[in-house]
């Protein structure tokens, strides 16, 4: 059977990808979930959420494995912590000589309310995603000119951008898919899913990469890829299923309805 000829691995963006991108809603992907799970097959979340958002809500997918947070800033496995990024106290002080020249507002300028508006996220949701540690989501304010030359100046001071769905992440030289190799320890295939820029680095790293449709018709550049013809959670379902079927995984025994 697959699983006793190789390691698989899931490594699966959140928003717009495993959860949709309006309501988070995500039953869609439960059978899967439970396929894997009976198969051995983790699913590790890479998000640029906070491990706060992902631990309070990992337990309505049953979820126990490894994750990845704040883009690809540090991989959490149990109580063990790798930390790829840079604090955030020294992102924050990097953008302070910068506000003059360029119009942003980022996470820390913010109160909840206005996190909760940028992000539709409820109160205590919206207080979980401004718990970050190694990154600093801005709503940019100015032009695309300016906005190249902002990521310009960012690279220059040791630090890097990454343009997700609603913000421009600032965050050290680290993506998406720096951990995957830490993960992989040589052994693993992974399939990765994601929407966006910030997940390019993350399919590129990936031995199998899927792109996830989106609501509004973005098209992902990225070569050597597979795609999804349905969005968000549907679009997961359809393409983890199809690979699955492909490497002759067995369909669970359980039925969570």
Request: overall charge negative; some cysteine.
């Amino acid at each position: 059977m697959a699983e006793q000829t190789m390691q698989l691995m899931v490594v699966s963006d959140l928003d717009g990808t495993l959860l949709d991108h309006d309501d988070y809603s995500f039953e869609e992907v439960l059978p899967v979930l439970d396929r894997m799970d009976g198969a051995g097959i983790p699913m590790i979340v890479n998000t640029s959420k906070t491990r706060a958002e992902w631990l309070a809500m990992r337990g309505d997918f049953g979820n126990l494995d490894p994750y990845i947070v704040e883009n690809g800033s540090a991989l959490y496995d149990g109580e063990e912590v790798t930390v790829f990024g840079t604090p955030r106290a020294r992102i924050l002080e990097t953008l302070k000589p910068l506000r003059g020249a360029f119009k942003f507002k980022g996470y820390s300028d913010a109160s909840v309310p206005e996190i909760m508006a940028w992000t539709g996220l409820g109160r205590q949701s919206a207080e979980r995603s401004a718990d970050r540690h190694y990154s600093e989501p801005l709503v940019w304010g100015d032009t695309p000119e300016k906005e190249e030359e902002f990521c310009q100046l960012i690279a220059e001071r040791g630090l890097m951008t990454l343009k997700g769905g609603r913000f421009l992440h600032v965050l050290g030289k680290t993506d998406k898919g720096k951990p995957l190799e830490h993960l992989r320890n040589g052994k693993a295939a992974i399939i990765a899913l994601g929407d966006r820029e910030n997940d390019l680095a993350m399919l590129k790293a990936a031995d199998i990469g899927v792109v996830i449709a989106t609501k509004d018709d973005f098209f992902l550049e990225a070569d050597d890829v597979l795609r999804s013809t349905e969005t968000g959670p549907c679009g997961w379902a359809e393409m983890v299923t199809q690979i699955l079927d492909q490497l002759q995984i067995p369909q669970s025994q359980t039925n969570n309805g």
